[in-house]
């Protein structure tokens, strides 16, 4: 697993897959209803991590389901919070991971840093409603995607508002919009005549982000076009929990998508066949979660 993970607490061209047609436009429940059907899972891509289990490329089939056009925003999880009072895990733990150059000077002193990813820092008092510390708040990003909860407090959102995590299969299928093992939600190249499709990093990774797609830090849920499906950011933003276990043996949960903090040159995980996994019980800055819905 690479560094902007967030650290832990060719097969066979035979399968039928659905024609992407119009976008479709999420329902008054920020709802998108999706067909299924049979697709090309994963990938053989030599750009690929295959210790990620990403490959090898084989034919799925899902069944009918709903999932959101858009990430969970911090107005959602507001709703959610002020109605049940719920404490996700990074207020009760007291911390959670906070990207360093994010953090204020007087809070990143002393900050303890994982070895292996010092980009990040454990940040007493953080969590989503003050992402980068006390004295932060989400004043002008409620339309951004929460962050910094954990799996556990994704599933418990899910359960007050009736809905549930999707699955990898499903993830992966709505994410692809219809494309046939195309690398991103929208094609084969990253930045089609130039124009930039998701939030990730450019520059040099931790030092410099040049900031050419708009964004050093999350963006609005519903910024860059949407995929053949009719859903936004699946690549990019932020990292999305799966209902899965990525490896039950290690009792941790599959993320999907990438975030802002990706970079080609080391982690191109916005792949859209791209995974990862943390704990159920981890949380930063960069993970955060949209919902599905059995239809
Ligand atoms: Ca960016
Ligand atoms: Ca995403």
Redesign the pocket.
């Known amino acids: 697993m690479s560094g902007c993970c967030p650290p832990s607490r060719s097969a066979a061209p035979s399968a039928v897959v659905p024609q992407a047609g119009p976008v479709r436009a999420p329902d008054a429940d920020g709802l998108i209803s999706l067909p299924g059907g049979t697709f090309r899972m994963g990938t053989e891509d030599e750009d690929g991590f295959p210790e990620d289990h990403e490959g090898p490329v084989r034919e799925v089939t899902v069944g009918p389901f709903a999932i959101d056009a858009y990430?969970v925003t911090n107005a959602r999880f507001a709703e959610f919070v002020d109605a049940t009072g719920y404490r996700t895990e990074a207020e009760r733990f007291g911390w959670t991971y906070v990207f360093a150059k994010f953090v204020p000077a007087h809070l990143r002193k002393g900050a303890p840093r994982p070895e292996q990813t010092p980009w990040w820092c454990g940040v007493a008092g953080a969590y989503w409603r003050a992402p980068e510390g006390p004295g932060s708040d989400v004043e002008d990003r409620w339309d951004h995607p929460v962050v910094h909860v954990s799996w556990n407090d994704a599933t418990a959102y899910c359960a007050w508002a009736g809905r549930r995590l999707p699955t990898e299969v499903e993830w992966e299928y709505a994410a692809r919009g219809g494309l046939d093992q195309a690398r991103y939600p929208w094609g084969d190249e990253l930045t089609p005549d130039g124009e930039h499709r998701c939030n990730i990093w450019q520059g040099r990774f931790p030092v410099h982000n040049t900031e050419e797609d708009g964004f050093a830090g999350t963006a609005p849920v519903d910024a860059f076009q949407p995929n053949g499906f009719g859903l936004y950011?699946?690549?990019?933003?932020?990292?999305?929990w799966c209902a899965d276990w990525f490896d039950p043996a290690r009792a941790n949960r599959a993320m999907?998508?990438?975030?802002y903090l990706c970079h080609d040159s080391y982690c191109n995980r916005y792949r859209v066949a791209a995974r990862t996994a943390n704990t159920p019980d981890s949380s930063s800055g960069n993970l955060?979660f949209r919902t599905a819905a059995d239809i």
């Open positions: 990430a950011n699946v690549s990019g933003n932020v990292w999305e999907r998508g990438g975030s955060g």
